[in-house]
């Protein structure tokens, strides 16, 4: 089941297409994060999600909060992805697929591969709370962006 408004998030530690390490829990106190699961790197609708994000990021910033994007796809991966497409959010690797496990944002079986990240969205606030959450069975559909942005006004 995934994880519901008013949940505590579950913190994690991934790294981003430098092999850092990136840790949910050190923005608490400090910024809001949203959390972009998308199911695979260099496909059209993740592509075009994440370049539109880029684009619109100052929006997020005023916000005060942090755009992270995370897939099942490994690092390497992930940084050619934002070179060749002008990707600007960090990229975080679940190449476990422990994360989007733990969010329960996960596919069974999409196209024949297990544990693919769902496409989903999720606002944790700076007390770790999760404010806002969208989770797709549909790996087409969008998440809500103005819902997103509207919760992140709220805070």
Do not use: H
């Not at 995934?2 to 994690?12: E, M, N, R, Y």
């Amino acid at each position: 089941m995934a994880i519901q408004p008013g949940d505590q998030a579950p913190d994690f530690t991934l790294k981003n297409t430098s092999l850092e390490e990136v840790i949910l829990s050190s923005f608490k106190g400090q910024r809001n994060v949203v959390i972009l699961f998308v199911p695979f790197a260099f496909t059209g609708v993740c592509t075009q999600e994440l370049c539109d994000i880029t684009q619109g990021l100052s929006a997020y910033a005023e916000l005060d909060a942090e755009v992270l994007g995370i897939s099942v796809d490994s690092p390497f991966t992930q940084k050619a992805w934002a070179e060749k497409e002008g990707i600007g959010i960090p990229l975080l690797s679940d190449l476990n697929k422990e994360v989007s496990s733990a969010f329960g944002a996960q596919f069974d079986n999409l196209l024949g591969f297990t544990g693919v990240a769902k496409r989903s969205a999720f606002v944790v606030d700076k007390e770790g709370v999760v404010r806002y959450a969208s989770v797709s069975d549909d790996p087409k559909v969008l998440p809500d962006f103005d819902a997103i942005k509207a919760c992140l006004k709220s805070l």
